[in-house]
């Protein structure tokens, strides 16, 4: 019997609130995944397809630094989103993310929503209000990283 | 402005009978903790000196001949007289520190200021937010913490610093994570790919760290900016606003509300901090003409 996600999107703190309809488009367009220590989930260049909740795990968001080698900027935990290039155009990733332990996620295919949400506008708007959330927090955190605020001159 | 000085009982010169008088302390030891940051490990050259603090009190810390600065408490309440400070090299005085060796004699006046509050916090959760060098004094709270377990529920370490390269108390900090009944989260602003940790500011583990809002006591020490994130997300995450405690950090001079140097709004740092409830700091946190 095959079971779908939509017991486990409905629980997620990302879909919190989210009407039932909704739910079961976005699961329409979900899957579960798995990836190995030290994969690569994604890599700067490639076409962005999907976004991830990460159920399980830990990812890396990383880009190399001329002179300092790969760096990571950015950690992706249990309960976060990974990816928000397949919204945008060109649909590029910016950067590479890469588990730094076995990981469990639910991957969500970028094409699928894109269209889901063209069709439905009141999905597209619940989906770019949580996305936007997520931006404004990043944006926040990486000002804040910006500041370098443990240096001696803050 | 009576409510202002409530939070906490202002604990002033302890065992020194003159509070501007230094009395003589001995170097111990000496230890790097980082590029930038060391520990200064001392006693009391008349050993009949007791010295009992609270966690979250500094000291005067005086180099003689070039000058007095205050440095909290980093070391476990229970070890006194033997203290601990962890400072970084940041002016001339404590330049002057780093160069001390094992054997020197320095000044110490103290113990000053307010304390983290360890006893109120019994029976609730507890969730410490350090950042960089914020954690050493916060370090005294944790032993006292720990060496009374059983009289908190969950509490959790949130530790936040600049690179894996900056971290103190590493080796304790790893002891400490190897506990059951401890929770600790150490991210990093930027790391190499060889760091197997998180990256990315301290603040953003807060939504997701294991403890109960409603049932919290949080005690928070770091770079200003990093405190007021901090207390915005701990407040967005339902912990009571007068239960958040904060370090704030001035130019204090006398250490007995004296001289005025660290007046901050309508308190003095040295004597009515430095640990403040948020309520009390509220209206001043952040305001950049205070």
């Known amino acids: ?154 | 402005m009576a409510a202002m000085f409530e939070q906490t009982e202002v604990v002033t010169a302890g065992l020194v009978p003159d509070p501007m008088l230094p009395v003589f302390y001995r170097i111990q030891r000496v230890r790097q903790e980082t590029d930038d940051t060391f520990t200064l490990e001392i006693l009391p050259e008349d050993s009949s000196k007791g010295f009992s603090f609270a966690p979250g009190q500094f000291n005067m810390l005086y180099v003689f001949g070039v000058g007095e600065v205050p440095i909290s408490i980093s070391s476990d309440p229970d070890d006194a007289p033997l203290l601990k400070h962890t400072t970084r090299v940041v002016g001339t005085v404590t330049k002057a520190m780093r160069k001390l060796k094992r054997g020197e004699i320095m000044g110490i006046r103290g113990p000053f200021g307010s304390h983290w509050p360890v006893e109120e916090a019994t029976g609730r959760d507890v969730v410490i937010v350090a950042g960089g060098i914020g954690l050493a004094p916060l370090r005294p709270a944790l032993y006292r913490l720990m060496a009374e377990r059983e009289k908190f529920r969950r509490i959790v370490l949130l530790y936040g610093t600049r690179t894996p390269e900056d971290m103190l108390y590493r080796h304790e900090l790893e002891q400490w994570r190897g506990k059951f009944d401890l929770e600790i989260e150490v991210t990093v602003d930027r790391a190499a790919s060889t760091w197997r940790g998180n990256v990315g500011v301290v603040t953003t583990m807060i939504p997701r760290a294991p403890f109960s809002p409603s049932n919290t006591f949080a005690m928070i020490c770091g770079p200003e900016v990093m405190m007021r994130f901090t207390v915005m997300e701990l407040l967005k995450r339902g912990v009571a606003a007068e239960r958040i405690y904060l370090s704030a950090e001035r130019n204090m001079k006398c250490g007995i509300g004296f001289c005025g140097h660290c007046q901050y709004g309508p308190t003095f740092v040295c004597k009515d901090g430095p640990v403040f409830a948020f309520p009390s700091i509220a209206p001043i946190l952040g305001k950049s003409e205070i």
Request: some cysteine; aromatic content about 12%.
């Open chain 1, 1 to 154: 019997m095959i079971q779908t996600l939509e017991p486990i999107l409905r629980e997620h703190p990302f879909f919190q609130g989210m009407e039932d309809q909704h739910i079961r488009l976005i699961a329409g367009c979900s899957k579960n995944v798995r990836f190995g220590e030290g994969q690569v989930i994604f890599r700067e260049g490639d076409p962005a397809d999907h976004f991830y909740l990460i159920r399980e795990g830990l990812v890396s968001v990383q880009f190399v630094i001329p002179n300092d080698g790969l760096t990571t900027i950015l950690t992706a935990g249990s309960g976060e989103v990974l990816g928000w290039s397949w919204l945008f155009p060109p649909y590029r990733w910016r950067f590479d993310a890469r588990t730094q332990e076995p990981t469990h996620a639910l991957a969500f295919d970028g094409k699928c929503l894109r269209a889901k949400c063209d069709e439905d506008h009141d999905l597209g708007y619940e989906i770019y209000k949580r996305f936007m959330q997520v931006v404004t927090e990043r944006l926040e955190a990486t000002r804040l990283q910006l500041l370098d605020m443990y240096g001696s001159h803050v």
